[in-house]
């Protein structure tokens, strides 16, 4: 009895094993006239696709049988791809394939589960995290890690309480309204940057026309312009 395993996804050739062997007894198999594989174990590995006649060559006498090596099946390319990080403008990910073929699906998937499937080539609107990048054709597949940043911190547009200069103060006051971490405000004037803190708070303010920052450690965001009255 024979028995064979053909190639699949994990092993690119076939096997064949002799079920029962005999002393005294070679084993071959031959392909198109020739004895490609020849042993006395019966155990024949790595064996390509294709029919082969099984022949067991004793001292005198031979026996026969036939045996079909599948093809291996189709196996996907490792995915190769690019990524665009969420960034200032763009609230999640865009990630896309540069090796696609047309017969085999594309997902991203974490803990297990598919969470997207490419669209043409692109998989947009992905939310920052791990994933496996998996290509499947067939029963075979192929893949490799995609990381997707987490947005960068994006400031809430600055609004702000504003004392203007009077009788008793020279001066104004602008007061951010609400704050973040790892945000710094600045009082823009003319291009330039006048005055700056982390705390939204700002004191002795000459009069004039005077833009609102709020600058984080990527991303900014303008509030509107703040006009600080004349004390006269």
């Not at 696609?100 to 594309?106: D, E, L």
């Not at 001066?171 to 971490?181: A, E, S």
Request: net charge neutral.
């Amino acid at each position: 009895m024979l028995f064979r395993s053909h190639p699949d996804c994990k092993s690119p050739k076939g096997f064949v094993n002799i079920d029962k062997i005999q002393h005294e007894v070679i084993y071959h198999l031959n392909q198109n006239g020739e004895q490609k594989f020849t042993n006395s174990n019966g155990i024949f590995s790595e064996i390509p696709e294709g029919t082969y006649i099984v022949q067991a060559a004793g001292p005198r006498c031979n026996g026969w049988d036939t045996i079909t090596i599948n093809p291996k099946p189709e196996w996907p390319d490792k995915p190769q791809f690019s990524v665009n990080h969420p960034d200032c403008v763009m609230p999640k990910g865009l990630v896309k394939l540069l090796n696609r073929r047309g017969n085999a699906t594309y997902q991203l998937v974490q803990d297990s589960l598919p969470k997207y499937t490419a669209k043409d080539s692109v998989f947009d609107e992905v939310e920052d995290g791990t994933y496996t990048l998996v290509s499947t054709i067939g029963k075979c597949s192929n893949s490799d890690n995609v990381v997707v940043n987490r947005r960068p911190l994006i400031p809430e547009k600055p609004k702000s309480t504003v004392k203007h200069p009077d009788c008793k103060s020279p001066k104004g006051f602008v007061n951010i309204d609400k704050i973040q971490n790892e945000v710094i405000y600045h009082l823009n004037q003319n291009g330039e940057q006048k005055f700056t803190n982390s705390n939204g708070i700002f004191s002795e303010i000459p009069e004039g026309t005077y833009i609102v920052q709020a600058a984080g450690p990527r991303c900014n965001e303008i509030g509107k312009s703040t006009r600080l009255n004349s004390s006269h």
